[in-house]
């Protein structure tokens, strides 16, 4: 082998020395890279090995009204953990505690030996509760700050607020849309333990402060919202109605002033009650509307030109459109009738031609979706449903006969807050805005992080909402609205009471209702009003309406909105025109309905008795007199009578005082045609007597011989 001169030696020393230097060069930026740029990783890699955190909730935001009353908070609380490494002895420590904590000792046992290092036992203690369990001094358990979720006015607007969880979680509600805002960023407190999951006496301890919850500031009105349930829950109270709801928002911003729905429940114990109290009817569920859609149906015809408040139908108590036959509420039809008196009557004949003739499919649906149905308003709030609306072509029955229904609110289905949202778009000149719930968001420091920009959308002309408007000012001033008036507050609305369908039938449940808003001259609320399934009086213009007089009219003063002192025309023919003198039939009608065809009439009214059935008036019915004429009525108890079978038994009233008999033949589904006073002595027909409903009943009286 040769030998290696000394240059090939040096040269494979340099090589050698040039591989080490290399090495150590990687080995050296290796080092720089993890001790320098991977540092703070490794660091807390590290720490995470050693450290036991131990999380701290941050307060939620406070929840506020638009006056800043405070509708959630957050209040100081402590919570109970252990380090199962630490507790010495599981079962003597479970025992202890198990009294204190009201659980059982078993089950503390349980969480005390789990391998994990630190295991929650119970949350949310008192300070009594707390006090006790840092007496014991027991190694291995330790408390600490865990904010709770409390709500001050109890059940106002649970089912708007929501609730939160136990981890400072969102679950329903409010809270759980504005979450993200509201629960802040958790702290945690730290410290050092050795390999067994035990604290290191000497070690590091850290506190890293939480982050609270920005602010959320509502729409609301806290004293609007008072008014609004203890309106609803006397309505639903007296009436026997499974539910209700009662709605209110400012047409012109979309703002939601009150939410009340009836049966509610204390979010701060709402484990306490059925889960089906805290969904939010209004919102999430929809229902078939009845006379109240006929806003929709109404305004669309107007706006297209269709009709004119004078245009005049003839309503002979049915119609027969694509086949079917569709009745009016009132027996034997309301005759000849301007448009504005078919919307005061709320004549459904009128209303089925002029969505299946007048507007048709394609027209009417434009209408229907431009307003807002069959699709979420886009309300801040979870779980919003979007209704359903038929569309053109695509019905699974009789097309012309389905438009005919939708005329008159039957066969779709939306949401309070739908209907809500298309009245208020009258109120707004024919323009819709987005509803909403949130005002603004505040950070601590009272800055403004974010606020609610909605969107607007013209739906009808301005004129058009103009002459409607007044329309419906007359449906309360002449028509079935008459209890749903305040007094220097000039309402306009819709009376509604419509059928529920079960099993494709029609059922005898009913759902009543009233939208509207005022004053009509410059609105500054809109409002709807349902009570689901009332017993015994149904119609939305009797138990509806006076929900809402009662509510906006204290949520205008709270408003600051003065009363109007000045007189208005009373009647139809002042506000359009339309002549009609001759004193109308309102023998053994309600007295509300009385009262709407009187004011319809141009005429006067005064009534004697305490009952609510007329069974007299003066002067008689057909007598021709001028405008502004006072009618005397004598009134009697309202009965409640079902129709059935077409063919009646006259009953026998002779010997009966006039409102004895007015009684009776009320209840038998027949009508009082007076003669003379006093006891009755005869009647035609006589008693037996086999006649059609609504018969006319010939009963002579004469005053007693003293």
């Given at each position: 082998?040769?030998?290696?001169?000394?240059?090939?030696?040096?040269?494979?020393?340099?090589?050698?020395?040039?591989?080490?230097?290399?090495?150590?060069?990687?080995?050296?930026?290796?080092?720089?890279?993890?001790?320098?740029?991977?540092?703070?990783?490794?660091?807390?890699?590290?720490?995470?090995?050693?450290?036991?955190?131990?999380p701290v909730d941050a307060k939620r935001g406070v929840v506020y009204d638009r006056n800043l009353q405070k509708l959630a908070i957050s209040v100081s609380a402590e919570a109970v953990y252990a380090v199962p490494a630490e507790v010495r002895d599981p079962r003597a420590t479970a025992e202890a505690l198990a009294p204190i904590l009201e659980e059982t000792a078993a089950s503390l046992e349980e969480k005390l030996v789990k391998k994990q290092s630190t295991v929650w036992l119970a949350r949310k203690l008192d300070t009594q509760t707390a006090r006790?369990?840092?007496?014991?001094?027991?190694?291995?358990?330790?408390?600490?700050?865990?904010?709770?979720?409390?709500?001050?006015?109890?059940?106002?607007?649970?089912?708007?607020?929501?609730?939160?969880?136990?981890?400072?979680?969102?679950?329903?509600?409010?809270?759980?849309?504005?979450?993200?805002?509201?629960?802040?960023?958790?702290?945690?407190?730290?410290?050092?333990?050795?390999?067994?999951?035990?604290?290191?006496?000497?070690?590091?301890?850290?506190?890293?402060?939480?982050?609270?919850?920005?602010?959320?500031?509502?729409?609301?009105?806290?004293?609007?919202?008072?008014?609004?349930?203890?309106?609803?829950?006397?309505?639903?109270?007296?009436?026997?109605?499974?539910?209700?709801?009662?709605?209110?928002?400012?047409?012109?911003?979309?703002?939601?002033?009150?939410?009340?729905?009836?049966?509610?429940?204390?979010?701060?114990?709402?484990?306490?009650?059925?889960?089906?109290?805290?969904?939010?009817?209004?919102?999430?569920?929809?229902?078939?509307?009845?006379?109240?859609?006929?806003?929709?149906?109404?305004?669309?015809?107007?706006?297209?030109?269709?009709?004119?408040?004078?245009?005049?139908?003839?309503?002979?108590?049915?119609?027969?459109?694509?086949?079917?036959?569709?009745?009016?509420?009132?027996?034997?039809?309301?005759?000849?009738?301007?448009?504005?008196?078919?919307?005061?009557?709320?004549?459904?004949?009128?209303?089925?031609?002029?969505?299946?003739?007048?507007?048709?499919?394609?027209?009417?649906?434009?209408?229907?979706?431009?307003?807002?149905?069959?699709?979420?308003?886009?309300?801040?709030?979870?779980?919003?449903?979007?209704?359903?609306?038929?569309?053109?072509?695509?019905?699974?029955?009789?097309?012309?006969?389905?438009?005919?229904?939708?005329?008159?609110?039957?066969?779709?289905?939306?949401?309070?807050?739908?209907?809500?949202?298309?009245?208020?778009?009258?109120?707004?000149?024919?323009?819709?805005?987005?509803?909403?719930?949130?005002?603004?968001?505040?950070?601590?420091?009272?800055?403004?992080?974010?606020?609610?920009?909605?969107?607007?959308?013209?739906?009808?002309?301005?004129?058009t909402a103009r002459v409607f408007s007044q329309i419906l000012r007359s449906v309360v001033v002449n028509g079935s609205g008459s209890r749903a008036e305040i007094p220097g507050y000039r309402v306009a609305g819709k009376t509604g009471t419509a059928q529920v369908p079960e099993g494709g039938r029609y059922t005898d449940r009913r759902i009543s209702s009233f939208a509207g808003f005022a004053p009509v001259d410059d609105p500054r609320i809109a409002a709807v009003v349902v009570l689901y399934h009332p017993k015994g009086q149904t119609y939305g213009?009797?138990?509806?309406?006076?929900?809402?007089?009662?509510?906006?009219?204290?949520?205008?003063?709270?408003?600051?909105?003065?009363?109007?002192?000045?007189?208005?025309?009373?009647?139809?023919?002042?506000?359009?025109?339309?002549?009609?003198?001759?004193?109308?039939?309102?023998?053994?009608?309600?007295?509300?309905?009385?009262?709407?065809?009187?004011?319809?009439?141009?005429?006067?009214?005064?009534?004697?008795?305490?009952?609510?059935?007329?069974?007299?008036?003066?002067?008689?019915?057909?007598?021709?007199?001028?405008?502004?004429?006072?009618?005397?009525?004598?009134?009697?108890?309202?009965?409640?009578?079902?129709?059935?079978?077409?063919?009646?038994?006259?009953?026998?009233?002779?010997?009966?005082?006039?409102?004895?008999?007015?009684?009776?033949?009320?209840?038998?589904?027949?009508?009082?045609?007076?003669?003379?006073?006093?006891?009755?002595?005869?009647?035609?027909?006589?008693?037996?007597?086999?006649?059609?409903?609504?018969?006319?009943?010939?009963?002579?009286?004469?005053?007693?011989?003293?």
């Amino acid at each position: 082998m040769a030998k290696l001169t000394a240059m090939e030696v040096r040269k494979r020393i340099a090589l050698v020395f040039l591989g080490v230097m290399f090495c150590i060069a990687v080995l050296l930026v290796r080092l720089a890279y993890l001790q320098i740029i991977q540092n703070n990783w490794y660091q807390e890699k590290a720490l995470s090995q050693r450290m036991r955190p131990v999380p701290v909730d941050a307060k939620r935001g406070v929840v506020y009204d638009r006056n800043l009353q405070k509708l959630a908070i957050s209040v100081s609380a402590e919570a109970v953990y252990a380090v199962p490494a630490e507790v010495r002895d599981p079962r003597a420590t479970a025992e202890a505690l198990a009294p204190i904590l009201e659980e059982t000792a078993a089950s503390l046992e349980e969480k005390l030996v789990k391998k994990q290092s630190t295991v929650w036992l119970a949350r949310k203690l008192d300070t009594q509760t707390a006090r006790a369990v840092r007496a014991l001094n027991l190694p291995g358990i330790g408390l600490v700050e865990r904010p709770q979720r409390y709500y001050p006015h109890g059940k106002l607007a649970a089912q708007v607020l929501g609730i939160a969880g136990i981890d400072n979680q969102g679950l329903e509600g409010l809270e759980f849309f504005y979450d993200e805002y509201l629960r802040g960023t958790p702290g945690r407190v730290v410290a050092e333990t050795d390999a067994t999951g035990r604290q290191i006496p000497a070690g590091v301890r850290r506190f890293i402060p939480p982050e609270d919850g920005a602010n959320l500031i509502l729409t609301l009105d806290h004293v609007i919202q008072y008014a609004a349930e203890r309106e609803l829950a006397r309505a639903v109270e007296e009436t026997g109605s499974e539910k209700g709801v009662f709605m209110a928002m400012d047409p012109k911003t979309g703002g939601i002033l009150a939410l009340a729905i009836c049966p509610s429940y204390d979010p701060n114990d709402y484990q306490a009650y059925p889960a089906q109290h805290r969904r939010n009817i209004a919102v999430a569920d929809i229902y078939e509307p009845g006379s109240t859609f006929k806003i929709v149906t109404a305004s669309a015809a107007l706006d297209e030109g269709v009709v004119s408040p004078s245009t005049r139908f003839y309503d002979p108590g049915y119609i027969k459109i694509g086949g079917v036959t569709i009745n009016c509420w009132r027996a034997g039809g309301h005759g000849s009738q301007s448009f504005l008196e078919a919307v005061e009557n709320s004549c459904n004949p009128v209303f089925a031609e002029l969505g299946a003739q007048g507007l048709g499919g394609e027209r009417f649906y434009k209408y229907i979706r431009n307003y807002g149905f069959g699709e979420p308003t886009g309300i801040d709030f979870p779980g919003e449903a979007k209704g359903l609306v038929p569309v053109p072509g695509k019905v699974q029955w009789g097309e012309v006969a389905r438009w005919a229904n939708v005329g008159f609110g039957q066969g779709i289905g939306i949401t309070p807050l739908q209907l809500l949202s298309a009245t208020a778009t009258i109120a707004n000149n024919g323009v819709r805005v987005t509803p909403h719930f949130m005002k603004e968001i505040r950070d601590g420091n009272g800055r403004i992080i974010e606020e609610f920009v909605g969107t607007e959308t013209r739906v009808i002309k301005e004129e058009t909402a103009r002459v409607f408007s007044q329309i419906l000012r007359s449906v309360v001033v002449n028509g079935s609205g008459s209890r749903a008036e305040i007094p220097g507050y000039r309402v306009a609305g819709k009376t509604g009471t419509a059928q529920v369908p079960e099993g494709g039938r029609y059922t005898d449940r009913r759902i009543s209702s009233f939208a509207g808003f005022a004053p009509v001259d410059d609105p500054r609320i809109a409002a709807v009003v349902v009570l689901y399934h009332p017993k015994g009086q149904t119609y939305g213009g009797v138990i509806a309406a006076p929900v809402f007089s009662a509510v906006v009219e204290d949520a205008l003063q709270t408003m600051g909105v003065p009363r109007r002192r000045e007189q208005e025309p009373k009647s139809s023919a002042s506000l359009f025109q339309i002549q009609d003198v001759v004193i109308p039939n309102v023998l053994n009608y309600p007295r509300d309905e009385a009262e709407s065809i009187l004011h319809k009439s141009g005429l006067k009214y005064q009534f004697h008795g305490d009952g609510s059935i007329v069974f007299e008036q003066v002067p008689a019915p057909g007598t021709k007199v001028p405008l502004g004429t006072i009618i005397q009525l004598m009134s009697h108890d309202e009965v409640v009578y079902t129709p059935g079978d077409e063919s009646i038994t006259v009953p026998s009233v002779v010997g009966l005082s006039m409102r004895e008999v007015a009684s009776k033949l009320a209840y038998a589904g027949l009508r009082l045609q007076i003669y003379g006073s006093g006891i009755a002595t005869r009647q035609d027909p006589a008693p037996g007597a086999k006649v059609a409903a609504e018969s006319v009943i010939r009963v002579y009286f004469e005053s007693p011989v003293s």
